[in-house]
């Protein structure tokens, strides 16, 4: 009795650390970020890069998968949007009120449940975006891929989604004294690599 019940006990830990999950120490690789915002103008369209910003995820690990995305936050600054016109960035920092808000955030609001053994997700993210003084609630399409390369983890997640500048209270810049006109929706796409930190 005595020898099952240290057996029994030891085959329990076991199980447990197998299947412990923990968050893991996660860093993004800014070599690598792409975040752009695009539109539409009655000339051409027209489209801004971000290469500047932070974005800060915590990623819950169980065995060798993804369990789940239990915090997502995003932040930049306006300025930190350019094209390749500066009339057009002057516009659009303008339009974006920048000189009273600054910053563009985000924070998500419920945690993305994943499945832990698939190196492969898609699912939405959710969330409260602030732009020009406005909080708007969004959910954002996003895909990933979980690769273990000789133990060097990496996390690789892609969206797109469509904005309209209205839900923010944003008047699309206009040029040639209000005749030309940018369009509403906005098309925000972002491709972000995280690389597990190493020594942890």
Request: overall charge negative; some cysteine; hydrophobic content about 35%.
């Amino acid at each position: 009795m005595f020898r099952y019940g240290i057996i029994g006990t030891l085959s329990l830990l076991l199980a447990c650390t197998t299947t412990h999950s923990e968050k893991q120490p996660f860093e993004l690789s800014k070599d690598s970020a792409f975040v752009m915002v695009s539109g539409t103008a009655p000339m051409h369209d027209w489209k801004m890069h971000l290469k500047t910003f932070d974005c800060n995820a915590d990623f819950i690990m169980k065995d060798s998968g993804i369990k789940s995305i239990d915090e997502v936050t995003f932040s930049c600054k306006v300025t930190d949007l350019t094209s390749d016109d500066p009339l057009m960035d002057n516009k659009a920092y303008s339009a974006l009120k920048s000189g009273i808000f600054p910053e563009i955030k985000f924070n998500m609001t419920s945690p993305m449940k994943l499945s832990p053994d698939n190196n492969k997700f898609s699912d939405k993210l959710n969330g409260i975006l602030y732009i020009a003084g406005k909080s708007v609630a969004v959910s954002i399409p996003l895909n990933g891929t979980l690769d273990n390369n000789d133990g060097a983890v990496m996390i690789d997640i892609s969206g797109e989604t469509e904005l309209k500048m209205s839900d923010f209270d944003i008047t699309p810049p206009s040029f040639m004294m209000g005749m030309l006109k940018t369009g509403d929706k906005v098309t925000v796409s972002f491709s972000l690599q995280y690389r597990q930190k190493t020594g942890q």
